[in-house]
């Protein structure tokens, strides 16, 4: 009994139903997504019999390099949720140098209600601080890209 094509079925349907390549993806890419799988399961078996050593370790060297050189998942391009009027109204302060009493003062606000602000719009645009709230903004077309100087 050959189990050859059924160990390919048995990845293949491991492989798409995980989210790798969801329903409606091409089929090159279901395919290759398999042949992956396919791949991780035979270097971390063991090489077949009638293997060449080298090209074995050669395999196994490049996938642990590609898991190791993965990047970072990227950040969602777009705030989960939408900025209300007042925190739009608060973001095109955020790449001045004035602090939260003197923006508060140019909106007629109180300075609590600016950091309050100020929180909402760092915990959506996924922000710890002023600086990467105004990248994340700029990166998402929030903020207008810096003016170049000449």
Request: a positive charge; zero cysteines; hydrophobic letters at 45%.
């Amino acid at each position: 009994m050959n189990t050859a094509p059924a160990a390919r079925e048995a990845a293949r349907q491991a492989a798409i139903p995980s989210g790798v390549a969801r329903d409606g993806a091409p089929p090159s890419t279901q395919l290759l997504w398999a042949a992956a799988f396919l791949l991780l399961e035979a270097v971390a078996a063991g090489p077949p019999a009638g293997t060449d050593p080298a090209l074995a370790a050669e395999l196994a060297g490049l996938l642990s390099e590609v898991t190791r050189s993965a990047p970072p998942p990227p950040a969602p391009p777009w705030p989960a949720e939408p900025l209300t009027h007042s925190e739009t109204r608060l973001l095109r302060y955020l790449p001045t140098h004035l602090g939260a009493p003197q923006i508060a003062a140019e909106l007629f606000l109180s300075p609590n209600t600016v950091k309050t602000h100020l929180r909402h719009l760092y915990r959506k645009l996924g922000a710890h601080n002023r600086r990467e709230a105004v990248q994340h903004a700029r990166a998402t077309g929030l903020l207008p890209a810096p003016a170049r100087r000449t």
